[in-house]
């Protein structure tokens, strides 16, 4: 018979894991109720903090009315599949997918916070822009990411939305400008992005000891500004126990050039996620939902890809990084069906933004606001 391990109230005392504190019976029966999917559920009652719960608080299908196989969506997210061809194999809605994503995404985060203190590699981190687009061709965007230079553990990911770059005929400016007139793009959020990614580099070393941190970029000024401006960074400084080192971008694309482990990255997600595919006719519509997917792939690229396929060694990025095997297995083979609690653990600060969907999709404001009105007004532009 289930028994819940804590309370899923994230105010409670018992809402703590594996402690002696749940030992004993901290929860009382609370009866039952019938649902149309699942049958006859438990339900529980706290007795601390009088919270009701039941069995399916703790599965990854809390509140679903229509189950679908969670396997289907990340092999369709890593695999080029957009969310219309999804939602067709799938036969649910456009929105269900988007919804399983979500739920995806907050596993990913949870089990990459919990598995990151283990690591136990001492590695240079390579960080470069990943350039994409959202909402169409006058949005593209930097996605700033972090990868271990030996282990190619993906580490880290922010967001910075930047301006359309590059030669535009007469009509396309008169649009650039409109769009740009719709949606205010900061000049410095590449700068500003790039520090929440040091940030939050910052918060992985730091349960490290002894450890140099030695940054490999190449030479864009707003990565010089962001770490010359970063205040975290000084004690690493002041120890001499940080250093960066810049790489041109000119630099051959092989496997040598010290940069290769955010090269190789960029190729895989240009061949691997829909809306990165070169001439992809696939936009991503929502920054979040984007996110959220990225955050699905770096759990896939981390914890289940092979580190090199050619060499069928069955050894994964996290298993270079040093995360002892059992202890990831233990968290694989509970994703697609425990829900993980997200407050039961410290996430980075950048992962924690991605779960609370604050970054602003360029358009989207305006077309809430007046959905009629403002479709027309985007429907015009375009
Ligand atoms: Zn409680």
């Not at 018992?14 to 004993?24: A, E, G, M, P, R």
């Not at 900061?186 to 992985?204: D, K, R, T, V, Y």
């Not at 490999?216 to 500004?225: A, G, R, S, V």
Request: with cysteine; charged share 25%.
């Amino acid at each position: 018979m289930f028994k819940p391990e804590f309370c899923p109230n994230p105010e409670c005392q018992y809402h703590v894991l594996n402690t002696k504190i749940c030992q004993h019976r901290w929860y009382s029966m609370d009866g039952f109720y019938i649902s149309r999917v699942y049958g006859k559920v438990q339900r529980f009652k706290c007795k601390y903090c009088k919270h009701r719960f039941s069995e399916q608080t703790f599965s990854l299908n809390y509140y679903v009315k229509k189950p679908v196989n969670y396997k289907t969506i990340l092999e369709g997210v890593i695999s080029t599949s957009s969310i219309s061809d999804l939602s067709r194999k799938i036969k649910v809605s456009p929105h269900t997918i988007i919804n399983r994503e979500k739920r995806l995404a907050a596993q990913a985060v949870a089990i990459h916070s919990r598995l990151i203190p283990f690591i136990s590699i001492n590695e240079p981190i390579v960080c470069d822009g990943f350039q994409s687009v959202v909402t169409n061709f006058y949005f593209p965007n930097n996605i700033n990411i972090a990868v271990g230079q030996r282990s190619q553990f993906f580490y880290c990911l922010t967001y910075a939305q930047i301006k359309r770059a590059g030669r535009l005929n007469f009509e396309q400016q008169k649009k650039k400008i409109r769009y740009e007139k719709l949606h205010y793009i900061n000049p410095n959020e590449i700068e500003n992005s790039f520090s929440e990614l040091i940030e939050s580099i910052i918060q992985i070393f730091s349960k490290k000891k002894n450890s140099k941190l030695i940054l490999f970029t190449d030479k864009k000024l707003e990565y010089i500004q962001a770490l010359k401006k970063s205040c975290t960074l000084d004690n690493y400084k002041k120890t001499h126990q940080f250093s960066h080192v810049q790489i041109s971008s000119k630099e051959p694309r092989t496997i040598n050039n010290p940069l290769f482990p955010v090269n190789y990255m960029d190729r895989q997600f240009r061949k691997d996620l829909s809306e990165h595919v070169v001439k992809s006719i696939c936009f991503g519509r929502n920054v979040n939902n984007q996110l959220e997917r990225m955050v699905i792939y770096r759990f896939y690229h981390n914890f289940i890809k092979d580190y090199r396929t050619r060499n069928n060694s069955n050894t994964c990025h996290s298993d270079i990084a040093g995360i002892p095997t059992k202890l990831k297995m233990y968290y694989l083979n509970r994703f697609f069906s425990k829900k993980f609690f997200t407050t039961q653990i410290q996430q980075l600060y950048t992962d924690q933004k991605i779960l609370n969907r604050a970054y602003i999709t360029p358009m989207q404001k305006e077309y809430h606001k007046g959905k009629d009105k403002n479709t027309d007004s985007i429907a015009k532009i375009a």
